[in-house]
């Protein structure tokens, strides 16, 4: 499972990227963009997005 951004719910906080261990969140256009290659699936993302706007699927 890899975390995915709903555009449409982030704020553009960059909370999930300085939670990201693996660095596999950047911020475009003010949306966070995840790195699938990177991503570990560890969930922590999920876990601080205050939008609920990351999921894992």
Do not use: F, Q, R, Y
Not at 10 to 19: L, P, W
Not at 26 to 44: E, Q
């Amino acid at each position: 499972m890899v975390a995915k951004v709903d555009s449409d719910l982030c704020v553009g906080c960059e909370t999930c990227v300085d939670e990201c261990p693996a660095e596999a969140i950047a911020m475009a256009n003010g949306i966070a963009v995840i790195d699938k290659d990177k991503c570990v699936d560890c969930g922590s993302c999920v876990e601080v997005c205050p939008s609920s706007a990351i999921t894992m699927d």
